[in-house]
Nanobody, 115 residues
Framework: QVQLVESGGGLVQAGGSLSLSCAAS????????MGWYRQAPGKQRELVAV???????NYADSVKGRFTITRDNAKNTLYLQMNSLKLEDTAVYYC?????????WGQGTQVTVSS
């Protein structure tokens, strides 16, 4: 059974930082492309950042230079370091694992940025 469990969300003031983690089980973690998505109220889910099995990364323009995605294959864990948070970063953040046509999602963790 595949499980992706996010943690680390919470309430933070604008300009602050948060670090999210996603612990994966039930998959061969190191061969999956891993990503973070987010969904704000009333909006579609959007890609935040992705790190491929080979280690290359891509970021949404809105988070470039502020967020960093990393992975620890030995710990089967995905991370997202979020700095200089803005009000518009408020959303539920989801961990995603993808291998060809296989897609798995975590349950999400709430990130709220206050003024």
């Amino acid at each position: 059974q595949v499980q992706l469990v996010e943690s680390g969300g919470g309430l933070v003031q604008a300009g602050g930082s948060l670090s999210l983690s996603c612990a994966a089980s039930g998959i061969t973690f190191n061969i999956y492309d891993m990503g973070w998505y987010r969904q704000a109220p009333g909006k579609q889910r959007e890609l935040v950042a992705v790190i491929r099995s080979g280690g290359t990364t891509n970021y949404a323009d809105s988070v470039k230079g502020r967020f960093t995605i990393t992975r620890d294959n030995a710990k089967n864990t995905l991370y997202l370091q979020m700095n200089s948070l803005k009000l518009e970063d408020t959303a539920v953040y989801y961990c995603n694992a993808r291998l060809v046509a296989r897609f798995y999602w975590g349950q999400g963790t709430q990130v709220t940025v206050s003024s």
